[in-house]
């Protein structure tokens, strides 16, 4: 059933290739201003990444020396900070003058990066580096685009809270029936029901927080959290109190998940005491070599999200994208950092690594070599067809305040602070009180 690809073949098909083409890969360099390019200098130039502490970072570390050898002259060094620490870091750096030459955004960020001068347009860069952009879903490509003006280039991205990873050892063991890519919300409850033993073992574990999730949830009852404008909460719409109804009866009427949180899942789902565990593509790879090593005792698989009532499944283009700083006295040789991390082969890399979900490119989900390690990427291209749907966010770049206030108030919720109805009511209003404030950009 996962079909796995061996890494080491397939990089090292992937070097040879690129032995081929490095002898006419000469990154191409912003004139200086006598008119000599930059490159022609004999002192190297070292650009500085700040990347994501983690598997993220792991893998463009083991870049470097593939990254240097086909940019000659280029020397990359890493500033790997901790996830909830880069964005105030990069922000203080920015406003001292001291940021690198290349940051990570996610798609609710780049506004607010923009508002506070961290990322500069890469239009002109694209067009003189004739840099293809098609092979980026359209939805990914409209969430980097400011004011009609591109701001990043994507690394690795998805369709959203849109995987469940399944524990078949406890589906078959409850009787229940082995889900299909067919399967639907009423599914996942009857499947939920049939496992949960608590306080050990869950049915199902979903997540009740956060705008990569939600939306998700929502958007499989024809709901969604904010309108693409990013002026409007949508919450209090019919379809979008549907969507949280679902997650809040996953609790409180079904008792098939403990909390709507993320508190341990990872964990319970690894050590084989959760049945349906609900979350990004990004550790299929992971899982993969982890079953291959002998880490996971039972037998894992991964389904793309349940149809809903109406017929809907929901999808939100998720993904992280590198931009390039004001700050960078090199921003021609600094985007050759972007295109270096944004290629197919790279995309492809990433999951075999196990550092997270494929590059977000329609030609990297639909790739043999990674529908050798699991269906589910391709799975997903059938489903949607025309890529993952938009990213919203706040249209006046609030999106810290946004997030935070979505997310305290849902929790309330989903702890019974307050009623269901009052609760979702608070959140709207809230929500909407954050919207209409004065624009940061």
């Not at 529908?371 to 799975?379: E, K, L, N, Y």
């Amino acid at each position: 059933m996962n079909r796995q690809v061996s890494r080491r073949s397939f990089l090292q098909g992937a070097l040879a290739a690129s032995a081929v083409a490095l002898s006419a890969c000469v990154p191409a360099a912003a004139p200086s201003g006598d008119g000599e390019e930059a490159m022609a200098s004999e002192e190297p130039i070292t650009l500085l990444f700040h990347t994501r502490l983690g598997t993220h970072a792991d893998w463009h570390v083991s870049r470097k020396e593939l990254f240097e050898e086909q940019n000659p002259g280029l020397i990359i060094e890493f500033d790997e900070l901790p996830g909830n620490e880069m964005y105030p870091k990069i922000y203080a750096l920015s406003a001292s003058g001291t940021v690198g030459d290349v940051v990570w955004t996610y798609l609710n960020n780049p506004p607010e990066h923009k508002a506070k001068g961290v990322l500069i347009p890469l239009d002109d860069i694209v067009a003189a580096k004739d840099f293809d952009l098609s092979p980026f879903w359209d939805s990914l490509i409209a969430a980097l685009t400011l004011n009609g003006e591109l701001h990043a280039i994507p690394n690795h991205g998805h369709f959203g809270t849109t995987a469940y990873y399944i524990n078949r050892n406890l589906i078959e063991e409850s009787g229940a029936e082995v889900p299909t890519p067919d399967w639907t919300t009423d599914d996942v409850v009857t499947i939920g029901q049939a496992i949960t033993a608590p306080p050990e073992v869950w049915g199902v574990r979903a997540m009740g927080v956060g705008q990569e999730h939600i939306p998700s949830y929502l958007r499989i009852f024809g709901g969604d959290a904010i309108n693409e404008e990013g002026t409007k909460s949508l919450l209090d719409q019919e379809e979008s109190i549907a969507g949280l109804q679902w997650l809040y009866d996953l609790r409180f009427t079904h008792g098939v998940d403990p909390c709507l949180c993320s508190n341990e899942t990872f964990n319970n789902y690894v050590a084989g005491t959760v049945g349906v565990y609900n979350w990004t593509t990004g550790f299929v790879g992971r899982w993969n070599n982890q079953k291959e090593a002998g880490d996971i005792a039972f037998d894992w698989d991964v389904l793309v999200g349940p149809v809903g009532p109406t017929g809907l499944r929901g999808s939100q283009v998720s993904a992280a994208a590198f931009g390039i700083t004001g700050n960078s006295k090199h921003p021609s040789e600094a985007f050759q950092i972007l295109d270096f991390y944004s290629t197919k082969e790279d995309g492809i890399e990433h999951v075999l690594f196990g550092a997270g979900s494929p590059g977000g490119r329609a030609d990297v989900w639909d790739s043999d070599e990674l529908f050798a390690v699991h269906p589910i990427f391709r799975q997903h291209i059938a489903t949607y067809p025309d890529g993952p749907r938009k990213w919203h966010r706040p249209a006046n770049a609030r999106t810290l305040e946004f997030v935070d206030t979505l997310n305290n108030n849902l929790q309330a919720v989903w702890t019974e602070v307050t009623t269901f109805d009052e609760g979702v009511e608070q959140t709207h209003l809230l929500v909407q009180e954050v919207l209409d404030k004065e624009s940061l950009a």
